[in-house]
């Protein structure tokens, strides 16, 4: 599904002392099948905007179109392709609400009026692709789940409706490092099985280098930048500048750089800066005994 | 019993519905001095948060017991006493703000202390600038961002004085400048203020900034040192499900294709300075 930001504001509370416009003319556009982190500080609209991706919010200005048809319309064709978006909220173990971890990941395709025997082999499925075993969790009760068994069901029961655009905010906060890892693992495994869009709101670089191509910035509530991952994350200016961080191997390889050292700085992952940092480091070493010898 | 803090054979279990328990802490020992800041680290679910729970007498030990400032937190005399040393900051502001402006805010825990106007006035002062938030003393705390908003949940621990602050993951709901802000602010509370601190986070990279690291595993301490010692164990931090900070990661990756570097380098510059 081709999504179209099209100068797209949006004002809470307009008309009233605490009218605050959170975005402020945002135009993107996202192809089906696209991988997509978007950050920025805090108040910057990130939350905003997928919302209006998900047609939860009206635009005070400007359109968000699915396939072409305005998201937040409440027409037929609106509707249907809402239905191919799947948000999953911060903290969306907060929202759970049936008496067995069954219930609560059905609850979903039940709505989609789907057979019962449908329903089950969704739940089986979902549950497996977040990681949990089908058999053991499903007639556990959430609340007696740890904080990252929650946040699977939370997330199963997002997946169970079989969205074409996923968008996921802030989906690892508060996990363990590797609950982390084996979440990111198991959605981008199923992003290249499906190919569906997948959108990533995420503060963590390390994350979004390894699972997005693109990376759109924003600041109060207009993009700053947008383009291939590598490069935006490789910008440590324009980042701090706007109270984001580096990532810490660019960093760390901008801080040898400065030192003179002949290092490439975009090199975002742990394992690219450690290749790069020992190639410049033999060369500096082949130098320094071709200097001892002349 | 000198030290500040004294865990001896902690157990918690928490009852369920259906008459069984889920076992949170299963025998930990644990000393803290006063002013010492120390990081507790670990999976979900290896008792973190139970363990901070038990030192302000939120909980209660099902087997062992639990000293703070030479007192029994299992004792009901001391429970005053024990809440009044040690104050709590958690994961989210918003379930932690109670008034409607940041000033109120801040009051609330000293005016439960029945403490004179003057008093109050003088320690919601001190509080809100000790974490640099004055300007916003007459705003509502909605209005504020998550960072400002979790610095008047540290401003409104710190103006019932604590001797120690427990901060359950404090900035994990944070922006990079929000975490940076809180980071900054306790810092400075424990090295200005002698505030004891234990920071509990699922950061690495923030326990490797501190003076001590304990790393529990279910319901046991696995590992308790300076960060210098805990990090350069790297498969044994990865067994516990834990991970290394990503400069130290790199370190010893380069340590392994033969680049002279020593143990213990935690920090970019650290690693850049030995290098050059």
Not at chain 1, 10 to 25: D, E, F, K, N, R
Not at chain 2, 42 to 68: C, D, E, F, Y
Not at chain 2, 155 to 183: H, N
Not at chain 2, 238 to 261: F, K, N, Q, Y
């Amino acid at each position: 599904m081709l999504i179209q930001v099209d100068r797209l504001f949006h004002t809470y509370a307009p008309g009233t002392p605490l009218a605050c416009t959170a975005l402020q003319g945002v135009s993107v556009e996202i192809g089906a099948g696209e991988r997509v982190g978007i950050l920025g500080p805090t108040g910057s609209g990130k939350s905003t905007l997928v919302q209006h991706l998900a047609g939860l919010l009206e635009p005070t200005d400007g359109r968000v179109w699915l396939d072409g048809v305005a998201a937040h319309e409440r027409s037929a064709a609106a509707r249907t392709r809402r239905r191919r978006v799947g948000l999953a909220f911060q903290y969306p173990e907060d929202q759970i609400f049936e008496r067995t971890v069954f219930r609560e990941v059905a609850f979903g395709p039940r709505n989609l009026g789907l057979e019962e025997a449908e329903i089950a082999a969704r739940v089986h499925w979902a549950l497996g692709m977040v990681g949990l075993e089908p058999a053991a969790m499903a007639e556990r009760v959430p609340f007696t789940l740890s904080g990252g068994e929650m946040r699977r069901v939370a997330l199963a029961s997002i997946v169970s409706l079989r969205p074409e655009v996923l968008i996921l905010d802030e989906p690892t906060a508060g996990l363990d490092p590797r609950g982390r890892k084996d979440l990111l693992a198991r959605v981008l495994a199923w992003q290249e099985e499906t190919s569906a869009t997948l959108i990533l709101v995420s503060h963590n670089l390390e994350e979004l280098s390894r699972v997005v191509e693109r990376a759109i910035v924003l600041t109060e509530g207009r993009v700053v930048a947008d383009g291939p991952v590598r490069q935006v994350l490789n910008d440590g200016e324009s980042l701090r500048s706007i109270g984001l961080d580096v990532p810490q191997p660019v960093a760390l390889l901008q801080a040898l750089r400065q030192a003179g050292w002949e290092v490439r700085t975009d090199r975002l992952l742990a394992e690219e800066a450690v290749d790069e940092i020992t190639q410049a480091w033999a060369l500096r070493m082949g130098m320094g005994r071709q200097e001892a010898s002349a | 019993m000198t030290a500040f803090i004294e865990i001896q054979g902690l157990e918690h279990a928490y009852p369920l519905a259906d008459g069984g328990q889920i076992v949170a802490l299963r025998g930990v020992d644990l000393t803290v001095e006063r002013g010492e800041f120390v990081a507790l680290v670990g999976p979900n679910g290896s008792g973190k948060s139970t363990l901070a729970r038990h030192l302000n007498g939120l909980l209660m030990p099902t087997a062992g017991q639990v000293w703070v400032d030479g007192l029994l937190t299992s004792d009901p005399h001391n429970l005053w006493a024990v809440r009044q040393r040690v104050g709590m900051v958690f994961q989210n502001p918003e379930n932690q703000l109670v008034a409607s402006t940041v000033e109120e805010d801040v009051a609330f825990g000293p005016e439960n202390l029945a403490l004179p106007r003057r008093e109050i006035r003088r320690r919601v002062d001190e509080a809100l600038d000790a974490v640099g938030i004055t300007e916003y003393r007459t705003h509502p705390p909605q209005m504020l961002s998550g960072g400002q908003k979790q610095l008047v949940a540290v401003a409104g621990a710190l103006a019932t004085r604590p001797t120690c602050i427990v901060f359950d993951e404090p900035t994990s709901m944070l922006d990079p400048l929000g975490r940076r802000q809180i980071l900054a602010t306790i810092r400075r509370l424990n090295a200005e203020e002698s505030i004891t601190v234990l920071l509990i986070t699922q950061s690495m990279d923030e326990a490797a900034s501190v003076g001590r690291v304990v790393a529990m595993h279910e319901g046991h301490i696995a590992m308790d040192g300076p960060p210098g010692d805990i990090f350069e164990q790297g498969k044994r931090l990865r067994s516990l499900g834990l991970d290394l900070p990503a400069t130290v990661e790199i370190a010893h990756r380069l340590r392994d294709r033969g680049l002279p570097l020593p143990g213990g380098v935690l920090t970019a510059e650290a690693l850049v300075s030995t290098l050059c």
